[in-house]
């Protein structure tokens, strides 16, 4: 079946700009995870959905962060006046929920000039 | 921060042989998992050990689990060029939130 999808797969924009960027997950899986992963490093936790709340956005490094999974299936990470800092790889990952793998997406590369 | 720390951080084998990994981790945990990650994708799922489990096979995969020591091993047997990749522990602290270390690079030599 088809895994978790992500897009765009790369997103240039400069300093200041907003961005979203998209994750669908696989069917089914009710809980939906993004993760931040810079260069070198492993996937660093952003915020957890389980169906259409965020049940922990702990992750959120600070408020120009947002992220939303409004009919319990696709969500959108909204980054506001984007600095250099935010440039990573950021990874979408589903699941059934507690116990259960991550299945990732091969994750959005975001480059702030 | 980052919960799991893998050791070493790079390993170069030769086709055939074994590859081991480290992992430790510093609080307690619901589960350990492992990933494996190719260059510019995403991770994949390799193996999950929950902490009343001390040692789990998968294919070629072993993988054990301490949790007197926290910490856990990855073992891949007879190695295979395919299997060139980073691979990453990761700690669920009940909390169904992975917790990922920083990786090993693992590269085989065909």
């Known amino acids: 079946g088809a895994g978790v999808s992500q897009t765009p797969s790369n997103k240039v924009t400069e300093k200041g700009k907003y961005v979203e960027l998209r994750c669908d997950p696989i069917?089914?899986?009710?809980?939906l995870y993004w993760y931040r992963q810079s260069l070198g490093q492993g996937p660093e936790f952003l915020i957890y959905?389980?169906?259409?709340?965020?049940?922990?956005d702990s992750g959120l490094p600070n408020d120009r962060f947002f992220a939303v999974r409004p009919e319990g299936s696709v969500s959108t990470l909204k980054i506001q006046r984007t600095e250099r800092g935010d440039s990573a790889v950021y990874l979408c990952?589903?699941?059934?929920?507690?116990?259960?793998?991550?299945?990732f997406g091969n994750g959005t590369r975001l480059t702030v000039t | 921060s980052q919960q799991g720390e893998e050791d070493p951080q790079a390993l170069s084998i030769q086709e055939g042989e074994n590859a081991t990994m480290n992992c430790s981790y510093k609080?307690?945990?619901?589960?350990l998992q492992w990933y494996r990650q190719n260059s510019g994708r995403g991770l994949v799922h390799l193996i999950l050990?929950?902490?009343?489990?001390r040692e789990k096979h998968s294919g070629r995969l072993r993988v054990t689990l301490d949790t007197s020591k926290k910490s856990s091993s990855l073992l891949i047997t007879a190695s295979r060029a395919a299997d060139t990749a980073s691979y990453f522990c990761?700690?669920?602290?009940?909390?169904?939130?992975?917790?990922f270390g920083k990786g090993n690079q693992v590269v085989v030599i065909p």
């Open positions: 990952a589903s699941s059934f929920g507690y116990n259960s793998p991550l299945h």
């Open positions: 069917s089914g899986h009710t809980a």
């Open positions: 959905f389980q169906g259409t709340g965020a049940a922990d």
């Open positions: 609080t307690s945990i619901n589960n």
């Open positions: 050990i929950r902490s009343n489990e």
């Open positions: 990761a700690t669920d602290d009940g909390n169904n939130r992975l917790a």
